[in-house]
């Protein structure tokens, strides 16, 4: 039995639809990452599931009950909002303990519980101090803790570490991602980072435009984007592209260009059509210019990251990426060939953006 499904959700605001009939299947325990970019609908989507907005078709069942008509309090979830209040009067003890107190739980419970999630999320020594006295990061742990103690089973978390600074960021999410795993609840966690979605995920759902592009495991996203939107959106720097023809009889043609299709794998047949081929800057290898099946390229310049190097390339009017050594960037002869691995390679089509 899923966790919580999400069938055919749909929202409108005003004349403006932001979800497009939704579907999402999410089992037990799993860890998913809601990835998309601002204004996507991600926050409608888990205000939607938390009840906290009405949708106006679609149901919401979690554990197998139908929960789309039931108030928030009513669905048994714990959530983080994407700015996380917390009480500014109350020491951060009574923040975590006040939920509790108001459901009526006994106060043995409520010590031990708080207890409990200040030790986890080690800001036992803050309990008595008061949110203004804390850094954003403490706070930020103290709205994470407020949603733990209420010991659901489900969590929904709005991009609970967006007001942190990278380093904080980067501790947080392995926090929360190792909390996970010790308490095995089921996570909904929205987020425009992508490297968060890549990192904390079971599975991605990629969103554009109210619509879930993909929902995968986050490698099979990287490596076979389901659309060209998720392609150009999951990976830094961005998949390179290039425009051409598939001529049905196996290769792919761009200005004089042909380039062999054997090592990719199809999803359909490989009909003769308009299409993009996708290549990451790690599935490119620079060759002698005029090689045959490779593009010609003239070297911009060179970025070096530290462990590795970016070489950018112009070719065929585009801007081309090469991921390399920091020796090989050094020594880039200005005129170079790129040859592409095709088995590792995306192919899309131009008229329905989706996956060849
Ligand atoms: N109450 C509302 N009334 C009208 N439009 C709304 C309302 N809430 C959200 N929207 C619109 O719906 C769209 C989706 O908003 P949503 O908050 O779900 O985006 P998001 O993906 O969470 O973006 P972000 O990453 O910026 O938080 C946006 O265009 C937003 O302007
Ligand atoms: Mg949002």
């Not at 009840?51 to 679609?58: N, T, Y």
């Not at 459901?103 to 203004?132: F, N, S």
């Not at 929904?156 to 190792?178: G, H």
């Not at 070297?299 to 950018?312: H, P, Q, V």
Request: proline fraction near 4%; aromatic fraction near 6%.
């Amino acid at each position: 039995m899923s966790s919580i499904s999400v069938r055919r959700i749909k929202k409108s605001f005003a004349a403006l639809t932001i979800l497009h009939s939704v579907d999402m299947e999410i089992e037990k325990g799993e860890f998913v990452v809601i990835l998309g970019p601002s204004g996507c609908g991600k926050s409608t989507l888990l205000n939607v599931i938390a009840g906290l907005e009405e949708c106006d078709e679609g149901q919401i069942v979690i554990e197998g009950k139908d929960v789309s008509g039931l108030e928030p309090s009513e669905r048994g979830l714990a959530m983080v909002f994407q700015s996380y209040a917390l009480f500014p009067a109350m020491t951060v003890r009574r923040n975590l303990s006040f939920g509790m107190e108001i459901a009526g739980t006994p106060k043995a419970t409520v010590a031990e519980k708080v207890a409990w999630v200040a030790k986890l999320l080690q800001i036992e020594a803050l309990l008595d101090r008061k949110p203004g006295q804390l850094s954003g990061g403490q706070r930020q742990r103290v709205a994470i803790g407020r949603a733990l103690v209420r010991s659901s089973s489900i969590c929904l978390f709005d991009e609970p570490l967006s007001n942190l600074d990278a380093k904080l960021r980067a501790e947080t999410r392995v926090e929360l991602k190792q909390l996970h795993e010790t308490l095995g609840s089921t996570m909904i966690y929205v987020t425009h980072d992508q490297i968060e979605a890549m990192t904390m995920a079971d599975r991605v759902a990629v969103m554009h435009k109210g619509k879930v592009e993909q929902f995968a495991h986050p490698q099979s996203v990287y490596e076979k984007p389901a659309s060209l939107f998720v392609a150009g959106f999951v990976g830094s720097p961005a998949m390179n592209f290039l425009e051409g023809n598939l001529d049905g009889l196996g290769r792919f043609v761009t200005g004089d260009v042909s380039i062999d299709t054997s090592a990719y794998a199809f999803e359909g047949p490989p009909l003769a059509r308009e299409a993009v081929l996708g290549v990451r800057c790690e599935n490119i290898s620079i060759v002698e210019r005029g090689t045959p099946q490779t593009i010609p390229a003239m070297l911009a310049f060179t970025e070096l990251l530290g462990a590795d190097a970016l070489a950018w390339f112009d070719c065929l009017g585009k801007r081309f990426s090469v991921r390399l050594g920091v020796e090989a960037a050094r020594s880039m002869r200005k005129e170079v060939g790129l040859r592409f691995d095709m088995a590792k390679a995306s192919l899309f089509s131009v008229a329905s953006e989706r996956r060849l």
